[in-house]
């Protein structure tokens, strides 16, 4: 059998609202491989980004567990599930959500700062070489494009060299052209680092570029092969 590096077992998430519960996710089964690339697709709020959350341990399911490399995430309390993202994960967002008061260089190098590297200033320098943005260390968010912020975020997200790497609709801010090129990246960025990809999209051509597809529609996880809902 081969090695589980993701074990998500029967996730259901429910909150409260004005009508009485509401559940988000229902019985979401399913495992992930070392270096495996998966896209979540769905409609808009099939439950997708939650169940992203989820796998990351910034949201909390209502039953059911998921375990990351021999780990019950919610057998751990809050800062230990922390400690193991700064070891274990990457992240990539549609917003960017880079420091404005830090400069490129600063944004890559904060992950291995506080991971205690000593070498976080060279690591972060030759990472943001490699996408393209070595003349741009010195300068801030507010002064790159789009594309050099998203940039900017997958050198931050690859620096640590992640076991695993989320990213949530990572070009939904960009326009057609850049985002194919951001995606390419991301792509041969995660072929290098051997990195388990898991990817939210409700772009079928982007999906189509992972190994694998898991169709989430209304907060259930489709059978393999269904065609479910886009937008």
Known sequence: MSEVLIDVQRISKQVADATGT?????DIEFQLRPRESVAIVGASGSGK???????????VPTSGTVVVAGTDLFKLDEDARAALRAQQMGFVFQSFQLLGNLTALENVMLPLELMGRSDARAAATEILKRVGLG??????????SGGEQQRVALARAFVVRPALLLADEP??????????RVMALMFDLNREAGT??????HDR????????????EAGRLLPPGTVGLAG
Do not use: M, W
């Open 135 to 144: 003349e741009r260390l010195s300068h801030y968010p507010k002064v790159l």
């Open 196 to 201: 388990t990809l898991v990817l939210v999209t």
């Open 22 to 26: 509401l559940t988000i996710l229902h």
């Open 205 to 216: 051509g982007i999906a189509a570029r992972c190994e694998r597809q898991l169709v989430i």
């Open 171 to 180: 070009t939904g801010s960009l326009d057609f052209a850049t985002g194919e």
């Open 49 to 59: 980004s939650t169940l992203l959350s989820i796998l990351a341990g910034l949201d």
